[in-house]
């Protein structure tokens, strides 16, 4: 007879890990000089370091000075409400009206997408929610864990490197249903770094009022993607002010990258109603419900970093001082994606680098396979997602020659690189 297991536990099987954290953690143990970081989604300096917003550290400053004696109490549980009308009407500007919005505090984008996600499926009750083919790992997960089935729709040409849009809209054209979700990135697709353009996002729309898909907007990257955060707030917009029917949708938002707050999680979830939901009554349940998920959940989300971004966002000054924050940020960005495509193309790389200048935003999805992301990582210690999502804000003019010299060795010697 077996020996009887001492713990509940023994027997539990570890699920896979995100796959980012742990390219991070080999990535600090790898003592190699010139070792690259391309994974996480992190905006460094161009000497690798990350960066305080200056305009973050000023109101830090001044927080301290102050010493508010309320500063470490709880808050409501459906969070701040100044902060909320002031990062409502940093998305969503006048393109609807302000009443039609209920607004929560979250824990930053993550917060938001998965209180979305948990308030969808006990509410709508969805048939399944469209994911696109590739998206943020999390997405999966998150929706797997309330339950809602997935569904994926084409978004990626491997062949083109392009956005697959027809294959998108004819895939949604017969087989989306009505009251099925439909999740959209605002802006900087990640993994790609591909949007729809605005005729493309007007027929997307059009699609959604059509077949009365719900949508549902990750807006991780507002301001960060182009250096303006109205440009690219355009697709939210366009879908807030559409008429006949409006649309009902909801937008998870994150202020995580944009104010370089990663850590201090803050970040809203809105939820965008019509008709007859614009009612005070309606609109009091929707808050009442979203309230009773937070509550059993977090209960009341972090203030720090919400009061921060409270305080850029009340201040036209402020805020002036961090869009030009924003236009370095990204300009730097745009510029390193110019640099490795230069140097691929100097160096007479083999294959097809535009792609990696004409996407937006963070990311590059490369089109370097498992193989090579893996040889670049055991021979020239270069991190990169097995997809070969490229992070650019790890580039930057001390790093660029040296990447690119190793995709060089990588592509233009095939055979040296092992299978995986
Ligand atoms: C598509 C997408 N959504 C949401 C998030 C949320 O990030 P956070 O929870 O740090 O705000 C991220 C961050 O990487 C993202 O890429």
Redesign the pocket.
Known sequence: MGSMPTSHFSGLVAPPRDEIFELLGAFRRDTFPDRVNLGA?VYCTDEGEPMPLQVVREVETAMYEKADPHRHDYRAIEGDAEFLALARDFTFSTACAADRITSVQTV????A?HVGARFLAETLRPRCVWLSNPT?A?HELIWQTVGVPIRQYPYYNPDTRAFDFEGMMATLEAEAEADDVILL?ACAH?PTGLDPNQEQWKAIGALCQRKRIFPFF?N?YQGFASGDPDRDAWAIRYFAQLQQPALEMVV?Q?F??NLGL?GH?A?AFHVVAAGDGCTEGARDAVMANLAQIIRSEYSISPRYGSDIAKTVLGSKVLTAQWYTELQTMSSRIISMRQALYDELVRLGTPGSWVHIVDQIGMFSYTGLTYPEVKYLREKYHIYIHSSGRVSIAGLNTKNVKYVASAIHAVRSNPDAVPSA
């Open positions: 989604g930053s984008g993550s917060g997408n943020w999390n990135h990640n990750d991780a998870a994150s995580a990258k990663y999680r970040g």
